[in-house]
């Protein structure tokens, strides 16, 4: 199994000693650490963190307004995927991408905070779906010139996590990214596919004929990265292809109630209420 080498974690004394010397506070809530478990985060936001457990698409995992949705028919599909099926034969998506997730992740993203890594690798474990005969666990990849600006691959230090777990091969050598995009953060489902297309290749195709392919990534939006992804798996004589992410973003109406409960409890007791 192809496996990373990752930076041993900090000891507990020598860590509260730093925070001692160094104060720093929650990067959600700004009350100060101390011996909080997860790095940059108080114990109070990050239990805050509830996964996604209402009715949903089977195929991509969109989130259904309403459960009765599926109640006669459990296997509908979303209207995107009934009308542009994905080349993935399924996706999940774990967590709502809010805060005080949505802050870890673009602390590791943006800031390079590789010690959110365990944590968020953890969110990923503790909520995996029945997975079966995975034969490669592949990352996203990040083309050559955003991997050389950010130093590494946040959905590749995922994926090591998750292969060691399951005690699956990482492959994340052979799927590359050739073209380079720009940011797609305010671009459209359609305008997304037509950015990303042609943007993925493989080195050596003939290695993934047959094989059974988990897909790992950070934040699912519209899922074009990981149709594109799957797209050329496909094409080259793959058998099924499965995408995983931490997190998924949403409309607002889409939230579960109680999620949203509990983010209104937290800022209520940050307010004194």
């Not at 496996?3 to 700004?30: G, K, N, Q």
Request: aromatic share 6%; hydrophobic share 40%; proline share 10%.
């Amino acid at each position: 199994m192809m496996t990373l080498t990752t930076p041993p974690t900090v000891p507990p004394l020598f860590r509260r000693a730093l925070r001692f010397l160094l104060p720093i506070h929650c990067a959600t809530c700004e009350a100060p650490l101390s011996d909080d478990p997860i790095p940059l985060f108080c114990r109070s936001c990050w239990a805050t963190i509830a996964p996604l457990t209402g009715s949903s698409c089977p195929r991509c995992d969109h989130p259904f307004a309403s459960p009765v949705a599926t109640i006669h028919s459990p296997d509908r599909l979303c209207q995107t995927c009934e009308e542009e099926p994905p080349a993935y034969t399924r996706a999940w998506t774990l967590y709502p991408y809010l805060p005080p997730l949505q802050d870890a992740i673009c602390l590791l993203k943006y800031r390079g905070k590789v010690a959110m890594v365990p944590a968020l690798a953890r969110l990923i474990i503790d909520r995996l779906p029945p997975l079966e005969a995975i034969d490669h666990i592949m990352p996203v990849p990040l083309h050559a010139e955003r991997l050389r600006e950010r130093e590494f691959n946040q959905s590749l230090l995922l994926a090591d996590r998750i292969a060691r777990h399951l005690r699956v091969p990482l492959s994340f050598t052979n799927l590359i990214r050739i073209a380079a995009a720009p940011p797609q953060t305010t671009l459209t489902r359609k305008e997304r596919l037509k950015n990303l297309r042609g943007a993925f290749a493989l080195r050596h195709p003939e290695r993934i004929a047959g094989k059974r392919i988990l897909l790992i990534d950070d934040v699912f939006t519209t899922g074009t990265t990981m149709d594109e992804c799957a797209a050329v798996l496909r094409q080259a004589g793959s058998g099924d292809v499965l995408g995983l992410t931490l997190a998924r973003t949403m409309e607002a109406h889409l939230v579960p109630d109680r999620i949203l409960a509990q983010r209104a409890r937290r800022e209520s007791g940050l307010l004194g209420g």
